[in-house]
């Protein structure tokens, strides 16, 4: 029978294990922890939607941000330096390189947190018992709604990042293969997620408070969940081609989901021991100088400089000047310094910097500090994923419509001309938006996913992530990898793009 340890689930690729016997405390199987622990399934629900919204914007999402060139460093750090070389290094798929925190933390994360919400739905579904929180109320409902969210939102990520994985939706499985492509992983995350929004519409009584200090009401958990089914279906390509290819029904979904997706930006307050964004905490980070810690990439001044002479590598000699931007928005989000802080000469000066971000900033210098404004997700994701299924569409007008509204924050706060409704137009300017009004605030992947469906991501550049090390070698698998110069436009074990080829931004080194 699956043996479960208390409420931490250790998660080693879900081989069979045994009771080790009623004399071993710590071990329990599935029925007899929820006969022992009358909370037990309230107490999983809550792990997994915690470890989900934290992991959706986990600080392992700096190295896609490094390898969209949204942030750029030399650091030794968890790897950074390896994720923001250039050229682009192949990914070192090895359990004792550092920069396996970055695929470790998704893979281990979103597994635990599927694994918490499947059993909590067993004891719902299956032993058809009711789950009680630790003051004896029945949370059943609630319990069953975020729990399939939160399986929804997990599975959905991983096929995201990963390549391949196992779908797990039952509590005791004993599979040790990967035989779900991320294609299959993203399907049944979206699946999962439409039962919750299905149960969520039909329970007016719907209690959602499994993060700490926190409670969600029922009409903004329904946008935000159509909101996350939005950016998962629309990042499931890996490339140009596999985007178009994928159709119309593809994107008429994307845009659906968009379209009841949330209202105005969701954020969320920093309580003590409670949620905050990681990611962006340490993008916003400075040193003592005030430089960056992780700072803007040259590309952002590139994008924004309306004289066109910021160059897409920084030079070998002298510093360069602060940029003019007809955006507005620039001199409110990123600011100018000639100190280059903590980057290192001898590891490249092509990856030096001369801004910082201003834009959600905290004066603790964290954002895990009570009171810190945490973005979770934007409204203008929502418009950007509205204009980009429009135009997948071919909806040029549509696409430009959606972009150009007076309400839209290049707009209104940037003072930006409108956009042309031509293909190559609302390309570069979806580009500029992701980079700029996103950056940071959009988790893990974006503006990741939105740089490798639209062949963005400089040649070289890993699409996608493989199943890490340890996990392959438990189960008798073959460890392998993607990235590096010498395999531009590499494919993966489903035919797709895992190695981006040489059109993106910028041509590779």
Request: aromatic fraction near 12%.
């Amino acid at each position: 029978m699956k043996k479960l340890i208390y409420i931490f689930l250790a998660l080693y690729l879900f081989s069979a294990c045994k009771k080790i016997g009623f004399d071993d405390p710590s071990s329990f199987t599935n029925d007899e922890a929820n006969a022992q622990i009358r909370d037990l399934g309230y107490r999983l629900v809550t792990s997994s939607i915690q470890n989900t919204f934290n992991t959706t914007t986990s600080s392992a999402g700096t190295h896609f941000s490094l390898l969209a060139d949204q942030t750029t460093n030399t650091n030794g750090n968890s790897s950074w330096w390896d994720f923001a070389n250039e050229p682009r290094l192949r990914l070192n798929n090895n359990a004792s390189y550092r920069g396996a925190v970055t695929w470790n933390t998704f893979y281990n994360n979103f597994y635990q947190a599927n694994l918490d919400a499947t059993i909590a739905l067993d004891i719902i579904e299956n032993q058809k018992k009711n789950i009680l929180d630790n003051l004896g109320n029945d949370r059943t409902k609630d319990c069953q709604v975020a729990a399939y969210f939160s399986k929804g939102v997990a599975q959905g990520y991983l096929g995201v990042i990963f390549d391949k994985g196992i779908i797990v939706d039952v509590a005791n499985s004993s599979a040790r293969d990967f035989p779900n492509s991320y294609k299959d992983l993203i399907a049944n995350g979206l699946k999962l997620i439409d039962k919750s929004i299905q149960l969520a519409e039909a329970y007016p009584g719907l209690k959602f408070d499994f993060l700490t200090g926190i409670t969600i009401d029922r009409t903004t958990f329904i946008q935000l969940a159509n909101s996350l089914a939005a950016r998962i279906l629309s990042s499931q390509p890996r490339d140009k081609n596999e985007a178009a290819a994928l159709g119309n029904d593809h994107w008429n979904k994307v845009l659906a989901y968009a379209s009841k997706g949330i209202t105005a930006d969701y954020t969320i307050t920093t309580v003590t021991g409670g949620y905050y964004n990681q990611l962006l905490s340490g993008l916003v980070q400075r040193n003592t100088d005030g430089s960056g810690w992780l700072a803007p990439d040259i590309k952002i001044a590139w994008l924004a400089d309306k004289t066109g002479n910021t160059p897409t590598f920084y030079p070998a000699t002298g510093i360069l000047p602060a940029i003019t931007s007809d955006d507005a928005r620039f001199y409110d989000y990123f600011g100018y310094t000639p100190s280059f802080g903590i980057m290192l000469e001898s590891r490249g000066r092509g990856l030096f910097t001369n801004y910082y971000r201003i834009r959600w900033f905290n004066t603790r210098n964290t954002l895990n500090t009570p009171g810190a404004i945490n973005p979770y997700f934007l409204y203008e994701e929502i418009r950007l994923l509205k204009a980009e299924s429009k135009f997948w569409l071919k909806d040029y007008a549509g696409a430009a419509d959606e972009l150009n509204n007076s309400t839209a924050a290049r707009i209104a706060k940037g003072k930006l001309p409108a956009v042309a409704a031509t293909e190559s137009a609302i390309r570069n300017v979806l580009h500029y938006e992701y980079s700029i009004e996103i950056d940071g605030a959009g988790g893990a992947f974006v503006p990741f996913t939105f740089m490798r469906r639209n062949n963005l991501l400089i040649g070289g550049t890993p699409t996608e992530y493989p199943l890490p090390q340890l996990q392959l070698e438990l189960t008798k698998n073959v460890v392998y990898t993607f990235g590096g110069k010498a395999f531009f436009g590499e494919k993966g074990s489903n035919g797709e793009v895992a190695t981006a080829p040489n059109e993106g931004w910028k041509a590779s080194e």
